[in-house]
C-alpha cells in the first residue's frame, strides 16, 4: 500500500461549491506513518481573496501563483493510492473535489478512502476541544503556528502518527466516534482507507 496524503486547504470562505482554494500542502507518509515528502503551494483563486484573517494570505500573495488547473498533475501524482488524511476531511475533500470538477479532471475522492484526524481525536484522545490546535495540544504537538497549509497538515499528520501509537498500545477513549453529520468512525479507520485508496482507478493523466 503507497500510504497517506496528509492534506489542508486554505480557501477563500467555507463552501466549497462557491469559494476557491488558495493554498494546498500535502505531508507523505508510508503506510506505517513514517515521513516521506512534503508539498505545499500558493493557488491563484482567479478571485478576490476573503478570509484575510484567518489565513493571512491576500491579492498580491497569490498573483503570480499557478491556478489550481496548473497545480493538478503535480497534485494528483501526490494523491493517487493514498489515503487522504485531514483534520475534518470532509471539509478538504469538498474543496478538492469541487476544484477537480472546474478543471474538468474526472475523479471524485470517495469518504471510503479517507481518514479524519478531528473524528478521530474524539478515540484516542482526552475529552475536550477538537479542533486541531486543542487536539494537538492534548497530544502534546507543537502545531508551530496556524492556519497555513503546511503547518496544519504537519499536524494532521503528527496527529495520525499519535492515533496509531496509541492503538498499538491499546490506547482508546471510546470506541467509536460520531460526526455532526450522522457518520461513525471506527478505531483504527486508516486500515480499510488505505485499502479504499489503493483500489481507486485515478484517470490517466490528462495534462
Known sequence: MAGFAVVDC???GLRATQERIIEVGVVLLDSSGAFQDEWSTLVNPLRPVTSQFIHGIYDDDVASAPTFTQILPGLTSLLETRAVVAHNVVFDVAFLNAEFERSSYPMTIPAQA???TMELSK??????RHSLV???ERAGISLGGHHRALVDAWGAADL???YML???RGIRYAQQAKSRQGSVTKPA???PALQQAS???WPVSLF
Open 10 to 12: 486554505e480557501t477563500t
Open 160 to 162: 495520525l502518527r499519535h
Open 189 to 191: 479507520a486508516w486500515l
Open 134 to 136: 486543542s487536539a494537538t
Open 114 to 116: 479517507t481518514v479524519c
Open 199 to 201: 483500489a481507486l482507478d
Open 123 to 128: 478515540i484516542y484522545l482526552p475529552e475536550g
Open 166 to 168: 496509541a492503538e498499538s
